[in-house]
């Protein structure tokens, strides 16, 4: 019976560290499963997508520290929290509120995933292996107030309006007046020069 026990264990790990490392993928390329990648700033991911391509769980680790994120399976469990009109968080609200402008030199650097409403991908930093950076001027509105809002390290989900987002213009994989939803991963923000 004692050596049961170990052999046992190590029958149920090996599928999950199969999983883990394979990084499994449909037919049509989205990522199912548990994938890790590690980006050039040293930080390592961990991200556990749903059958439906949606971020379920991530875990980023930057040097001595770790943040672990877990969202419900499906978007219609999500608890969003206004921060204005047209842009709500899965972040809690902070005592003083949250920010409702930004200032459009500052820099930025994030991994981002972003899908229709839907629940449908249309672009992943995640997937790529590529953060985004830039200035918050050079992106919409909704994606920049949700920048604004976040520390660097903070995980969060923001469901952005169509007056925030793309509004009329037809992207092709983005169609006119589509509310998006955005997965970020704040990696840095460098101060801003004046």
Do not use: C
């Not at 264990?9 to 590690?38: C, N, R, W």
């Not at 409403?117 to 997937?127: A, E, L, P, Q």
């Not at 169509?162 to 997965?183: C, W």
């Amino acid at each position: 019976m004692k050596f049961i026990l170990p052999i046992l264990l190590v029958f149920l790990a090996i599928p999950l560290f199969a999983q883990e490392s394979t990084g499994e993928y449909t037919d049509d390329k989205e990522p199912i499963g548990i994938h890790t990648m590690a980006d050039g700033d040293g930080n390592q991911y961990t991200i556990q997508y749903t059958d439906d391509h949606l971020i379920r769980k991530i875990t980023v680790v930057s040097g001595d520290q770790k943040y672990k994120g877990k969202l419900p399976k499906s978007i219609e469990k999500y608890k969003w929290n206004k921060i204005k009109d047209g842009l709500y968080t899965t972040m809690k609200a902070p005592k003083e509120g949250f920010e409702t402008s930004f200032v459009a030199e500052r820099s930025f650097k994030v991994h981002y995933a972003g899908h229709l409403i839907d629940g449908k991908k249309f672009d992943s930093s995640f997937y790529r292996n590529e953060a985004l950076e830039g200035t918050y001027e050079r992106v919409i509105k909704g994606f920049a107030l949700a920048m604004a809002n976040m520390e660097v390290g903070d995980f969060a989900v923001f469901k952005i309006s169509p007056e925030l987002g793309y509004g009329e213009r037809d992207l092709g994989i983005i169609p006119s007046n589509s509310t998006l939803l955005f997965y970020i991963y704040k990696i840095e923000e460098p101060a801003a020069e004046f």
